[in-house]
């Protein structure tokens, strides 16, 4: 509250009410309970971590998400390339990448496939 009365003298009203409002907060905090909330809430995300780094069952949960997010990439780069799809899925799947003809029998369409195949796009 002193720093409140030298800051309000040397910089004005403005700088003064606003030192005299944050010197007011940490009594405000600890009148509404809001500094034992804070504790709590501190302690509570220590504990979790605490938990978190040094719980062998956490650690294989981790390692269990890393392996799934692996599976997800492995199994993402085989359906692009086609690979592990029977047959029929394999033709559709290379028939649907961009840049793939499509099997129509519209005669507009073949026409501009000709044309793209004519230079180099296909």
Known sequence: MVVSV??????????GLRAVAWSLLPAAAGLTGTLRLLAEIVD?????????????VVWLGVSLLGLSVVLFGVSAVLRRRGAGTS??????????????????????????EAILRKHGIS
């Open 6 to 15: 030298l800051v309000w003298r040397a910089r004005g009203a403005a700088a």
């Open 44 to 56: 509570r995300v220590g504990s979790w971590a605490v938990g978190l780094v040094f719980s062998p």
């Open 87 to 112: 047959g029929r899925r394999a033709v559709t799947a290379r028939q649907q990448r961009p840049g793939a003809p499509a099997a129509t029998k519209d005669e507009d369409l073949d026409d501009i």
